[in-house]
């Protein structure tokens, strides 16, 4: 009976944790994923411009990410930023891979192994210097920009988009850049 009951405990656990990851890798009620998407144009460099704040990027500014292929297909992250209460650069490496696709700009990314969580282009320009991003949730969200700024009319359209979906986009943190 013991042994009985631990396998189902056990059944039931791995149940939880594989409902848990994949609900990671959703994407927010009412967004859409940018289709057909082109990988290659997008890898390089972006600056943050807007961002939810959260404890991994609490109080940085100068926030940078860069996206390059690794050698097994999947997406180098390699996101940086200055730390300006603690007067300190902060480096986080991960890497991305595509929930389905890669036409489709869903994909789901890793800082700390097995662990995923939603990484979605929701809207981008024609030229790739400018995207909104959506996390798994509405407590995620970034404005990206292959430049430190980004014009009024790109903010203007990407904030409305965001609005629409039940962002609450008077919380963003405006990224400084140096």
Known sequence: MNSKYNKILIALVIGAVAVNLISCVSIPKGAKAVKP??????????????????????????VTATYSLNEDGSIKVDNKGYQYIKKEWKESIGKAKFVKDEDEARLKVSFFGPFYAGYNVIQIDPDY??????????????????????PDTIKS????????????TGDLIWTKHD
């Open 37 to 62: 998407f082109k990988k290659d144009k997008y890898l390089g460099k972006w600056y943050e411009i807007a961002r939810m704040d959260f404890k991994f990027e609490k109080n940085l500014n100068n």
């Open 157 to 168: 359209v990407y904030l409305d988009t965001a609005r629409k979906l039940g962002y609450e």
């Open 129 to 150: 210097k400018y995207a909104l991003v959506a996390g798994n949730n509405l407590k995620y969200l970034w404005i990206l920009s292959r430049t430190k700024t980004i």
